[in-house]
Structure formats: structure tokens, C-alpha cells
């Protein structure tokens, strides 16, 4: 299979460092990955993302979303571009999502049946369907190192019975999902990778890998039921899905817990769709390898940047949504989120975060900052893009480092 | 003063090499200054502007908006930060126009005296009056390296009497702008420039300097005149302004030759607000040290890239305003308007440029370039316009290497 992860030292509190090798090369974990909704990473060049962060190495993987792309340039596009790698020029690792959550998020008049969920576009209002093994199809042509089973994502709050059989859903499409996964891997648009000089070059198997989700929504039981059944199954690595979707942040945290008990050990252990730099770093340290969200990118197009907390520092300027506050109440932040477009910064001549080496920090003060955010300047979005993603990163780097200690 | 102009070789169609020494460092011409509207040129981060161009020599000098920077953040702000240089992190020389061109293009409500303008922010509607010693002395906040002349820009067509009348205002105000820089140049917020290891260093004087405007109109006599009053006056250099207005192209470059024939050959004679590439490389060709336009990037923020003509090719795609198709009308291009967002690229796997090595045509494809301005991606704007000044620099090193032959 393209997909070798070695596990090295693992703390008491379960946090590991480990190595993810793919065919387009290896990922040092636990790692969080940029988002690229369609095929970029919004605002920021990929020269960029190469070298992003204060070690250096940038981001090792990224993620883009199979629903966007599939409305848009569309997969036979990017298959017959080569794949997405080689469509936006990303020669690094990259994953797939399954195309549900957006389609459940994001599209109209969906009709959800056993066979699949039909669906109209944000877009223009078309007519789409997607099943499991459409999405299987749609994420081979587009051809990133990791693609993730079809599920189903249950609104929320929902019951325990109608979490329960949303639940049974998602595992007979997880099933349909790798049956047709198998029949077609090798349909991969980029056969012919060359071989580089990490370890990604000693994969059995230098195709894609396939990940399956764990749902259960808020329930213990279900999410212990549902990580039975999906390891059951047997996947290259393992998701938790459906979370961060307005729950407090004690209730995700105690599901990933109760999860993560299930998951094996030796395979990659994915959270998606989290979170505030607090939470990376706490499910990090509980022994979640890899997650993705877009509040980084978000965040910064809204003018709200992150910078390190100064000892007893408490004050949040941010003004995101209820869920997000709820979500990031109750904890004493690692991170403060400062709103750049408050009077207070237009004659700040300090950076971001003095403690930050990222480029913007180098370079540009607050002041300039808050200039180009309130003259609405394109400029704008793509520095505080780059300074929120290497805060991630630098996050990421900082808590591998304590957990190889 | 605080310039120095070393004359080079010059061509038998006027054209000339010279340098360019100012206190913030040294620039080759002819060259083309990139335009910084907000303190920033829009879309593009300084690291990529200090590299841009196949000599990797970047943009030398660049242009900021007085009326912009006037209105937000306020010259006060900005000279509390040490001068636009300091404000916007660049190190290298800056030319500031007089904030005139925007009052009369793009604020409501003027009422002109021979005092000055009255006029309203198109921001806000608030009402603010601009005379030439309030224009030096908002410049001399900003800090750039060369301050330009308050002068008024005739509206277009207009007849012989009201451009000689509007003329006869842009004199006087000249004289004004002369005496209030002369006796306020000490103020300029950078004092303390460190000494750089170029020509700059061996200034006399390293505060700014002042160039004037001829005006005229359509009008060749006026033309004359008005370069004969305003070279009398003496200033650093020499900017031809009032053109690219809309007139027919053949019109411009009558009225630039006629004017250069008046203005001395040993100081720099700069065209404001000009143009397509062919337009840069001829008035280059005839003697115009230094030009400057908006076309690169905003083009590239609508989607139009520039490319090199293959031989005998024609066809155009740009679809601009009226007034532009108007000014490009006739001559034979050197250079192609491919617009980006036509179905025929989303396919075409080749770079904007086969023959470019600027960043973008080194790794991305038409196909992604239109997918990334169809989906409406931030980074299309970036792309383009990091390409499209690419393209600009590369016409003025041309230019350059074949004026030193």
C-alpha cells in the first residue's frame, strides 16, 4: 500500500512523534495541514507553503476538497492534467476529502438515500450525485496520496437513534468505499511519480491510500461502536469525523478520547476539521497525528491573527461565530487572537508577535497591517494568511518537538 | 540635491542608458516603475518586487498615490512612522505623484481656484482642498525619494484657449511647489537613512527632490511652452504629464517628441501614466528615462497577461476600456493580450510565456492560472501581476541592453 508510518516516542499522555511516508514524501506527525479548498491554498503562493514556518520546511502536506474541485474545474480536468499535484504544481504530499461534508455543508436540496446523496450546486443549482463509489472515482482522478471513505455527516444536535443510523450509513458506505478503492487504485493519474530520496521511495505500492471515518456524533457508545466497525474493516488510517460542529469543546475532546482508545496504534490518526491552535496542540498531545482546518486562512481574510500568549494574558479580540466562541471558551489560551482593524494597531510599529519569525513578522508592522486590512488591500489577506499558517505550523513543530524530549 | 543622473550611451533615436542615483539607492533606466497605489502594489509582496524580472535585479524604484495615502492612513501617520518607505518596508527609491491626476480623476465635487483644489474624498464624501504647499508638504510626510510638481490636469478634449488658461495655473502652482520644497525640503521624516554602499552614498544631499510637469494638452505649441517655462524654473527632472488620456496614440508620441526636444538632455525626463509595452519601449526608444502605469497589474487583476508576439501574430484578446483599445490601436505589438479566462485555456498545459522565466511561467499552467481566475481565487490576482510586471521589467532590460550596444 503507499503508506508506510513509523511511530517513534509516544508520551504518557498518548501524544506520539511519528513519520507518514507517501508517494510524494514523508510528513513529520502530529502535523496539521493547510487547507487548499480549490486546488490553492487561498491567498498564499505555493513557493510559499514550501518554506513556510520558522524551521523552514513548510507545509509537508496539504489538503483540498473533492467537492470543490469535482463542480469545479471538474475531476476529468485535473485527471487528465495528471492529478491535482501536478494541476496546481504541488509536488508534495496531499489529501482528499470525501466530498460529504461539503455536500451536506455547503449544497441544496440534498435527498440522502442507501445508495448515495443527490445534490444542486452552490455554484449554478445543478443536479449532482454523489454515492461512495462515485467519490472513490472523483478523488482517484484527482489523485492526492490520501483519500478519505464517503460519509455521511448527521446534522446537529441530533438523537442517539438518528446518530445511530446515520452511523450504520457511513459504515456501509465505508464498505463500499474500499471495495471500489481496491478495484481501482490503479487508476491514479500520476503512475509514473518519479522516485525521490526519502523513504517514500521504499512504498510497496506507490499509489493512494485510503482512510476511514469514525462518526457517532456526540454519543460515547456510538463512537466506540463505530471505531469497531470501521478498524474492522480495515483502512491505511483512521479519521474522526464529525466534530467541531458547534459542541463545546469538552464534549470533542472527550469523543476524540473515547476514540481514540479504539483506534490502533500503528496507523495514522486523523482529526478533521479542528481547530483553534489550543486544540491542535491539546488533541496533539492526546495522540492525534494529523488535522486540517481552514480557521488559519479564515481568520486571516478576516484580519484575525494569532500570536503567543504573553504569561496571564487573557484577552481574546476575536469576533467569530457563536460556535466558535463557544468552542474556544473555557480554556486558558496558549494563543491570542488579535483583530487587526481595531484603532489600537494603526500606529503600532511592532509586528504581529515579536517572538515570530515567520516573514510577515520580519518585515511589516501592525500599523501596515491594519492599513492594508482596512483599505481593503489584496495584499492583506496574503500576509496574514502567511503569518497565521506558520503560527500553525510553528505550533505543530513546538509540541513534536516536547513529545521527542 | 538628492539625485544624481549619470548620461550614458545614447542612441541615434534619442534613446539613452543612464543611472539614476537617489538617497534611497540607484536605478538603471529607462525604467518602468511599478505602481504602489496604497503603499503596496496591489496584490504583491516586496520580497517578490526586490526579485521580480529575469535579471532577478527586481523593481529598482516604484510609485506611491499622495491622494490615496493623503486620504488613508493620513500623511501625519504616515510620517509619525518615518515616510512610506519605513511604513510599507521598502528600502529601495520611491517617486510619489502629486496627488493632482487622482483629485480630477477620481474625487467628486472640485472647485478650482487659482489657489487650489477644493474637492471631496471619494472615500467618505468628506471635503479637503489641496494647493501645491499643501500637496509639498503632504510629500515631503510621505518621504518619497522624488515628489512631483502640484499641477492641474485639463479635462480632455478641451480647446486650445482653456489648455493654454489651465496651463498657465500648472506654471504658477510649479513655482509654489518650488518655493515651499526649497524651504521645507529638511523636514522629510528620513533623515537618518543610513548610508547605502552605492552612488547614492556620494549625494551632496540626501533629502528628496522635486520634479515638474509639463502640461499642454494636445497642443504642440503649448507643449513647447510649457516645457520652456517649466525648465526655466529648474527642477531635478522633468515629467511629461497630461498624456495617455484617451487621445489616439500617434498624439502622445508627437507631444513627448516635441517636448523632449526642449528638455535638457542631462537631466531625467519621465512620462506619467504610460502604458502597453509596445508604448514603454518606444517612448524608452525616443529618450524617456522613467514611465510608470497601473496596466500590468491591474490587467492582471481582470485577467489579461502579456506574452511575447511569435512572429506575424496579430491577434489581440484584451478586452480594456475604449480609451485603451483606442491608444494600442495600429502599431504592431511586440507583445500579446491573452485573456486568461477564455475556455480555450482550461486545457493548455503550457505556461502564459514559453520564452519567460519569471516564477509564475517557471511553474504554473495556463489551465491553472484560468481555473484560479474563474473560481475567483486571490491568487490569480497575485499570479498575474507578478507575471505581468515580469513582463514589464524584462521590455526595460531589453530596452536597456540594446541602448548600451
Known amino acids: 500500500m503507499g503508506l508506510k508510518f513509523e511511530v517513534g516516542a509516544t508520551a504518557q499522555s498518548g501524544g506520539r512523534r511519528a513519520a507518514l511516508h507517501l508517494p510524494h514524501g514523508s510528513v513529520e506527525t502530529p502535523v496539521f495541514m493547510p487547507v487548499g479548498t480549490a486546488a490553492t491554498v487561498k491567498a498564499v503562493q505555493q513557493e510559499t507553503l514550501e518554506r513556510i514556518g520558522t524551521d523552514g520546511a513548510g507545509a509537508e502536506i496539504i489538503l483540498a476538497n473533492t467537492y470543490h474541485l469535482y463542480l469545479r474545474p471538474g475531476h476529468e480536468l485535473v485527471r487528465r492534467a495528471g492529478g491535482v499535484h501536478r494541476f496546481m504544481s504541488w509536488r508534495r504530499p496531499m489529501l482528499t476529502d470525501s466530498g460529504g461534508f461539503q455536500v451536506f455543508s455547503l449544497s441544496k436540496l440534498r435527498k440522502v438515500t442507501d445508495d448515495g446523496v443527490e445534490f444542486r450546486s452552490h455554484l449554478d443549482g445543478s443536479k449532482h450525485f454523489f454515492s461512495p463509489e462515485h467519490s472513490m472515482e472523483v478523488q482517484i482522478a484527482l489523485g492526492a496520496d490520501v483519500m478519505m471513505a464517503f460519509d455521511e455527516c448527521v446534522e446537529t444536535p441530533a438523537t442517539w437513534q438518528r446518530t445511530r443510523d446515520s452511523m450504520a450509513l457511513t459504515h456501509a458506505w465505508a464498505a463500499r468505499s474500499k471495495a471500489y478503492f481496491e478495484a481501482h487504485r490503479h487508476e491514479v493519474p500520476w503512475t509514473a511519480v518519479p522516485n525521490t530520496s526519502d523513504k517514500s521511495a521504499l512504498l510497496d505500492d506507490r499509489t493512494q491510500c ?53 483506534l490502533p496504534k500503528d496507523k495514522p490518526r486523523y482529526v478533521m476539521g479542528v481547530g483553534y491552535p489550543d486544540e491542535i496542540e491539546q488533541y496533539a498531545r492526546m495522540g492525534v497525528d494529523m488535522m486540517d482546518c481552514v480557521l488559519p486562512t479564515r481568520a486571516a481574510r478576516h484580519g484575525l491573527l494569532f500570536r503567543r500568549a504573553l504569561p496571564g494574558e487573557r484577552q481574546d479580540e476575536g469576533e467569530l461565530t457563536d460556535q466558535e466562541n463557544t468552542a474556544a471558551s473555557g480554556a486558558t489560551p496558549s494563543a491570542i487572537r488579535m483583530n487587526i482593524k481595531r484603532v489600537e494597531y494603526a500606529e503600532d510599529q511592532r509586528p504581529i508577535d515579536p517572538a515570530c519569525v515567520c516573514p510577515v513578522c520580519q518585515r511589516y508592522t501592525r500599523a501596515y497591517l491594519r492599513h492594508l486590512f482596512v483599505s481593503k488591500e489584496p495584499l492583506a489577506a496574503t500576509l496574514n494568511s502567511i503569518h497565521n499558517l506558520a503560527f500553525y505550523l510553528d505550533t505543530m513543530q513546538r509540541v513534536r518537538s516536547s513529545l521527542a524530549e
Do not use: H, K
Request: hydrophobic share 45%; net charge negative; no cysteine.
Open 210 to 262: 485510503l482512510f476511514g471515518i469514525v462518526q457517532g456524533g456526540m454519543y460515547a457508545d456510538l463512537r466506540r461502536e463505530s471505531a469497531e466497525r470501521i478498524v474492522e474493516m480495515g483502512f491505511n488510517g483512521y479519521a474522526i469525523g464529525g466534530l467541531a460542529v458547534g459542541e463545546p469543546r469538552e464534549i470533542t475532546r472527550e469523543m476524540i478520547a473515547r476514540t481514540l482508545e479504539i
